[in-house]
C-alpha cells in the first residue's frame, strides 16, 4: 500500500531549531542576536526539555569547586532567568557572584521547572524567536548531504519549512539521524523521578518559608543513579530512540511508581507532577569530527568553544573541541546539548545542562557566521567564532594555573544530585 503525504510550504528561515530544550533555546536566540532569522521547533507546549519537562531541576555546578567560576556566557544567562521569578538554592558566597579566595562551595542550584518553564518561553518571544509547539519533526529534506529544511506535523496538517541551517538540538539526534549523519546509540539506566510532596516536607518548606525545600523525588519508580547504582539486577539498559524502549520505560515506570506508593498513607503524601518526557539522558550522539574522551580533562583544543568543568568532581576541567558538533560532509547541519559527540563519562560532563547551554550558544553563532560568510558549518572561521564567544563572556581556553598537582584533586565535590 502507497500512502503520500504532501506537505505545505510555509517559509524559509536562515535558522531553524529542532527542540526546545535548553540548547536549543540557547542556539536560537544566539543565531537571532547575529542577526538571523530564526525558527524554534518543540514537540511538547513547554521550553527547557529534560530541565523543566523531565523535572532534572538542577543547574550543576559551573565552577571549579575552588570558588573560580568556569562556565559562564549564556549558561549564567540562563541560570540567573531559571530563578528569576522563583525559588533558589545558590549557596550564599554565590549569590553575587564569583567569591574566589578558595571558596569550596560549588555554584550550583535547584529552581521551579514551570516557572522556568514560562520565564524561557516570555526570554525566546522576548528575543524574537518564532516558536512552533506542539510541532513533531517528521523528516529532513535533504539534497544531497544539503539539508533544504524540515517536514512537521501538527494541528494544521503536515507542513514544510525551508532553511538554510539546521541545529539538532532534540536531545535525541533524530534529525541528524534521519539525515544520513553517522550518530552513536547510547544506553540508559532505570531511572524514574516524579516530583512529590509528604506533609512532612509541606511543614519543613513553611518553617524555613522556603519553597525549595517542598518538593523532592520521595516517590519514585527507577532509582538507578548516574553510575548503575540500584540498577535492578537483569534489566537491560534502554536507548531510549525506538517508540518500543519508550512505551516500556514509561508502562513499567508507572507500574513501579503506583507499587511503591500503595502501601503508604495517601493522606499524607502526593504526586505533584509527573516528568512529560522519558527521563533518559544519553539516547543517541553525533559521530562527530571529535569524540571528547574522558581522558581530554586538562587538554586544550585549537578549536575549542568552551570550557566546561566537571559538575561531580572538583578541578576537573575540559575544552569542548567544536568539532563535537559537528561531521565533515554536511554542511549545513549541527547539532548541541546532550547529543554533541562524547564518550563514556565524558558524555555524562558534556550532556548536563549548563555545557548543553554552551553548545547550543556556539552552534547559534556559528550559523549566523556561516551566512555571514558564505561557508560550511564544517569550514568555519574557528578564531572568529572563538571571538565572538569571548564577547559574550564564554571562557574558552582554561587557565592552566587551575590544574591541581596530581596529589590535590579532590573528586569528591560534585552536586547534590547525580543527574
Known amino acids: 500500500m502507497n500512502i503520500n503525504r504532501e506537505a505545505n510550504f510555509v517559509a524559509e528561515y536562515d535558522v531553524i531549531v529542532a527542540g526546545g530544550g535548553v540548547a536549543g533555546v ?5 543565531a537571532k542576536r547575529m542577526g538571523k532569522s530564526v525558527l524554534l521547533i518543540e514537540k511538547s507546549i513547554g521550553l527547557g526539555g529534560l530541565a523543566t519537562n523531565g523535572l532534572v531541576n538542577l543547574f550543576v555546578p559551573m565552577c571549579n569547586g575552588r570558588g573560580v567560576q568556569i562556565i559562564k556566557g549564556m549558561a549564567e544567562e540562563l541560570l540567573r532567568l531559571s530563578v528569576k521569578y522563583g525559588y533558589d538554592t545558590i549557596p550564599e558566597a554565590w549569590q553575587n557572584g564569583e567569591p574566589g579566595n578558595g571558596e569550596r562551595t560549588r555554584y550550583v542550584t535547584k529552581f521551579s521547572g514551570p516557572i522556568f518553564t514560562l520565564a524561557l518561553i516570555d526570554f525566546v518571544h522576548g528575543e524574537g524567536v518564532d516558536l512552533l509547539f506542539d510541532t513533531i519533526i517528521t523528516a529532513p529534506v535533504m539534497e544531497g548531504n544539503v539539508c533544504r529544511g524540515l517536514i512537521v506535523e501538527n494541528k494544521t496538517g ?7 541551517m539546521v541545529i539538532d538540538t532534540t536531545g535525541d539526534a533524530d534529525v541528524l539521524y534521519r539525515a544520513g549523519v553517522p550518530t552513536v546509540q547510547g544506553q540508559n539506566y532505570h531511572t524514574y523521578a516524579p516530583k512529590s510532596v509528604t506533609l512532612d516536607s509541606c511543614r519543613k518548606a513553611a518553617e524555613a518559608e522556603d519553597m525549595s525545600k517542598l518538593y523532592g523525588s520521595f516517590i519514585m519508580g527507577g532509582r538507578a543513579n548516574l ?6 539486577e537483569g534489566k537491560p539498559t534502554r536507548g531510549g530512540t525506538t517508540v518500543k524502549d519508550i512505551t516500556e520505560y514509561v508502562i513499567e515506570n508507572h507500574i513501579e511508581c ?5 502501601d503508604s498513607d495517601r493522606r499524607k503524601r502526593t504526586i505533584v507532577t509527573l516528568p512529560t518526557m522519558p527521563q533518559f539522558r544519553t539516547t543517541r550522539h553525533i559521530d562527530g569530527d571529535y569524540v571528547l574522551q574522558t581522558e581530554d580533562a586538562y587538554k586544550h583544543f585549537d578549536d575549542s568553544i568552551a570550557a566546561i568543568c566537571d559538575f561531580d568532581r572538583r578541578d576537573y576541567l575540559y575544552e569542548v573541541p567544536y568539532r563535537t558538533l559537528t561531521r565533515k560532509g554536511f554542511p549545513n547541519l549541527i547539532t548541541a546539548g546532550r547529543s554533541a559527540a562524547a564518550a563514556g563519562y565524558a558524555w555524562d560532563v558534556l550532556r548536563v545542562i549548563p555545557p548543553a547551554i554552551l553548545t547550543g550558544q556556539a552552534a547559534g553563532v556559528a550559523c549566523a557566521m556561516a551566512l555571514d560568510d558564505g561557508t560550511g558549518l564544517d569550514n568555519i572561521d574557528i578564531c572568529k567564532l572563538q571571538k565572538i564567544l569571548e564577547s ?7 587557565d592552566d594555573a587551575l590544574v591541581p598537582a596530581k596529589e590535590e584533586e579532590d573528586v569528591n565535590a560534585g552536586a547534590e544530585d547525580h543527574i
Do not use: S
Open 258 to 262: 503506583l507499587e511503591n506508593i500503595k
Open 392 to 398: 559574550q563572556d564564554v571562557m574558552i581556553h582554561f
Open 158 to 164: 503536515c507542513e514544510f519549512y525551508g532553511a538554510k
Open 227 to 232: 553510575y548503575g547504582g540500584n540498577q535492578p
Open 26 to 30: 540557547a542556539a536560537a536566540v544566539a
